[in-house]
Structures are given as C-alpha cells and as structure tokens.
C-alpha cells in the first residue's frame, strides 16, 4: 500500500501526539463523537490507532470492514482480539518498553506511602482524632518485606527503585528466572503470607483473572498494603472492597480497575485507598515516544517495511 491511508484515532485528543503526521495519512475528524463517527464511517477506516483500554474485540472489529492495521501507542494489547486480527490479516503494532519507568514510579510511590501509613495519617488528622502531642507510631521500611508478582519490564523496573529504601524485597512469577538475584517464592501465596506490601504487574490474560483474591488479602492482613498496576482483572476488586471496609486488609493502591472507567461512588466509603485513572505510563515524555513509535510503523507499514514491533 502506498497511497493514502485514512487513520482515525480512539481518543479525540490523540491528534496531539502527532504533530508531524505525514500528508498521505487521511486523518477522520470525529468531531469529538467517536461512537457517531465509527457508525457513519466505520467502512473508511484503514488503520486504527488505540490504546490499551478499549476493546476492540470482534463485534468492534467487525465496525471495520475494511481496516487493515491497528497501531497500539501502548505496551499492552489483551485489548485487542488477536485471533480476529490473524483470520482478517490486520498487522498488529504496540509500543512496548517504554512506559515501564513511568509505571514503576507510580507502584513505588504507591507502596511507600502505604507502608508509611500515609492515608491513615490523614485521617487521623481529618477527623480530629490528633488529640494529644502524640500521633501514631508506625514500622520502618527498612527490612520490611514487599513482594513483585510478575518480574517483567515493569517488575525490574520497580526493584530499581525500591532497592533504595533497604526493603526485603522477594517475587513470584510463573517461572523462576535464574539471572535475577532477588528471592523467588515459588507458590504466590506464600509469597503474600510472608510480606507486607505486595505489587501486581504481572501480565493480564485468562491465566491470572482474579489471581489476586480473599486469600491473598487474608495472608497480607490488616497491616498489609496491595498496589496493582497490572490490569483491573487481576484482583477481584468487590472482594478487595470488602475485606478493606472490615479491615482485613490494610490498604490498597490502584491505578486500574475492571471496568474503567471506575464509579466514584463504588469507592465513596472504602478507607485506605489511593486511586489514580489509570495514568501509570501516561507521561508527556512517554506517550510521544510511543506515538513516534506508531507513525514510524505506520509509515513502515504503508511502505511494506518490516514492522518495528509487531504483534502480527
């Protein structure tokens, strides 16, 4: 393919991200209505660009008779129905890699301040229970243990940043993996019976739906802390309401939620947590690398090249 490509974007401010689109790319102007946009032009669609939190899964698909490529500036693509895409020959991009940093920040930042009581702090002092010169005592991080379920990009990226606060840091995964040097715990709930905090960014797919459950919350306890980065359907979040409302577990830390976007009203009375819309990964710095990425497969793509990180 070497002539223009009509391209529509899933986001209305996506447009920003590519301020030096080439000319052959025919970009759709949704008008800020998305949903009115793929209903009259679905058909026009040559390529798509997305993000990891819509699903395109077949009944979407199908709203594209004729696209030909999905560009992904994300790493994650369990958005995205794959099998449809290999029977329908629609080449497959993401962005991998390059939000690991960004994600890590956000867990470890997460983590810390649970640990370190931060949310129970404030209410103790909102609520006037700051009565005497004496405020609550709290544990050190130092020799603390914390726990990594998944050691991925994102994982080793989070030991970089953790290794500093001398915490006892251990993991679990499907596998051990020899080169790293931390603890490997070999069952996952062993793993959270012996820590303190423990982080979710494992890879998000049928294998690990609900893998983070009562159980897990029940060997963490009531002094435990829980952050998940990974994808919404990881932990089974009316499970984790509950057992933070009784106070079995001790706190929470979530940038994703299944579905999203989150109901504010599910999380009106929940204590101990901090909650971001899932923004992980989405830095300035970031989401125009990953966008660069995307146009210059895009631009490969339509020029018959190699793809620079193909999923399909």
């Excluded at 994808?231 to 979040?237: A, K, N």
């Amino acid at each position: 393919m070497t002539h223009a490509a009509t391209v529509l974007a899933m986001h209305s401010e996506m447009h920003t991200l590519f301020p030096n689109r080439p000319d052959r790319w025919g970009w759709m102007d949704t008008e800020g209505d998305i949903e009115k946009t793929i209903a009259t032009r679905g058909s026009d669609v040559d390529i798509l660009l997305s993000a990891s939190i819509e699903k395109l899964d077949k009944a979407m698909l199908d709203r594209f008779p004729n696209l030909k490529m999905i560009a992904s500036i994300s790493a994650g693509f369990s958005n995205i129905d794959l099998e449809e895409c290999r029977a329908r020959n629609i080449a497959v991009t993401n962005a991998p890699g390059m939000n690991s940093g960004d994600v890590a920040d956000l867990a470890v930042t997460m983590m810390t301040a649970l640990l370190l009581r931060m949310p129970q702090s404030q209410s103790y002092i909102m609520t006037d229970q700051w009565v005497t010169e004496a405020g609550p005592i709290r544990h050190s991080l130092r020799n603390m243990p914390v726990g990594i379920v998944g050691l991925g990009a994102i994982g080793q990226e989070i030991v970089k940043r953790l290794t500093p606060f001398g915490v006892d840091l251990k993991w679990w995964g499907p596998r051990p993996k020899p080169e790293i040097e931390i603890e490997y715990v070999e069952q996952l709930h062993d793993l959270a019976a012996q820590c303190r905090g423990l982080i979710i960014c494992c890879r998000p797919d049928h294998t690990t739906r609900h893998l983070i459950n009562d159980a897990i919350f029940d060997q963490l306890g009531p002094d435990g802390a829980l952050v998940n980065v990974s994808r919404g359907s990881v932990v089974d979040e009316t499970a984790l309401i509950a057992a933070l409302k009784s106070g079995r577990l001790g706190g929470a830390g979530l940038d994703v939620f299944e579905p999203e976007p989150t109901n504010s009203a599910r999380w009106a009375n929940v204590p101990n947590v901090i909650l971001t819309p899932h923004q992980g990964g989405a830095t300035y710095e970031t989401l125009f690398a990953q966008a660069a990425l995307a146009q210059s497969n895009i631009e490969n793509f339509l020029d018959k090249k190699a793809l620079l990180s193909s999923v399909l």
